[in-house]
């Protein structure tokens, strides 16, 4: 005759306690991560003004508000100006967005332009300042971004 395996049930409660448990977590971990703006395209206008396309890029797990981007570009080693902007839109978890901003450009900043444009070369750029977020936290985050533009085939005055 055999005997019954019961030993066997105490360790098998235990692994299914186990498991239990596990499953009870809070779910997915919330980090916020820096956000980051940067220029995704640079129109130049007739009246001398420059259209901008912003991209701001959302690294955290969750989704975030984008209050607010204040801005300095330089191009081309030249002060071209400030952009604030205020987006108030809400981007998802490792997504990105893009919103427009208008920047009067400094005299030596249209003219470093003229000289990008005539030439169809490309162009290095700085831009830097800080992004205020609203949800899931009122926040201020410092950022900086380095690229290049380059003049877009078939469009006039189009950088990106």
């Not at 019954?4 to 239990?20: G, K």
């Not at 108030?88 to 003219?111: K, N």
């Not at 070369?121 to 992004?131: C, K, L, M, Q, S």
């Amino acid at each position: 005759m055999r005997r019954p395996r019961t030993a066997a049930l105490p360790r098998l409660a235990t692994i299914l306690l186990a498991l239990v448990v596990a499953g009870c977590g809070s779910g997915e971990v919330r980090r916020i991560f820096p956000p980051q703006a940067s220029i995704q395209q640079l129109q130049v206008e007739s009246d001398g003004s420059w259209t901008i396309d912003l991209r701001m890029q959302n690294f955290s797990t969750v989704s975030m508000q984008f209050e607010q981007v204040e801005a300095a570009l330089t191009l081309g080693g030249v002060e071209a100006g400030r952009i604030e902007v205020a987006p108030a839109m809400s981007i998802g978890r490792f997504a990105a967005d893009t919103t427009q901003a208008r920047l009067q450009p400094t005299p030596e900043a249209r003219a470093a332009m003229e000289k990008v444009l005539a030439g169809r070369t490309g162009v290095r750029y700085r831009f830097e300042g800080r992004i205020r977020t609203g949800e899931p936290d009122d926040r201020e985050f410092p950022f900086e971004f380095n690229s290049l533009l380059n003049p877009v085939p078939g469009l006039a005055g189009t950088l990106r």
